[in-house]
């Protein structure tokens, strides 16, 4: 896993074990749904070491909506944007076609947001 090569390169504490493999078992969690997994930890402890992972590229920084910011793992081999329901605010995993495929050459995408009814919203209609 591009994960494991990663980390051999920089000293990983305790804490960013915990945070990675946290990831690894849930796709996009906030910090305060960490904090709850990692009481050990005070809130602040939590918050630099994320921010470290985020500064080496190990986990990416999402944010949804105004408020909701999330982190997930950075796997370069997954590509993979993110549905946003505009009533639920759930958020699921969707496959994105390659970049050439919808702009053409020389265009990096950073984040792939689609917005808009989860089917059980659209049901509920």
Do not use: W
């Amino acid at each position: 896993m591009q994960v494991t090569c990663i980390i051999i390169h920089m000293r990983v504490s305790q804490y960013q074990k915990e945070i990675i493999n946290l990831l690894k078992e849930n796709h996009l969690l906030s910090i305060a749904d960490i904090h709850k997994k990692i009481s050990s930890a005070n809130y602040s402890t939590i918050y630099r070491n994320i921010q470290r992972l985020v500064d080496e590229g190990i986990i990416l920084k999402r944010i949804f909506g105004k408020n909701n910011v999330l982190y997930e793992l950075a796997l370069g081999d997954t590509l993979h944007g993110h549905f946003l329901c505009e009533k639920c605010n759930r958020i699921q995993k969707v496959a994105i076609p390659k970049t050439q495929e919808v702009l053409g050459d020389g265009y990096v995408i950073q984040e792939y947001l689609i917005t808009g009814l989860c089917n059980a919203c659209t049901v509920s209609r």
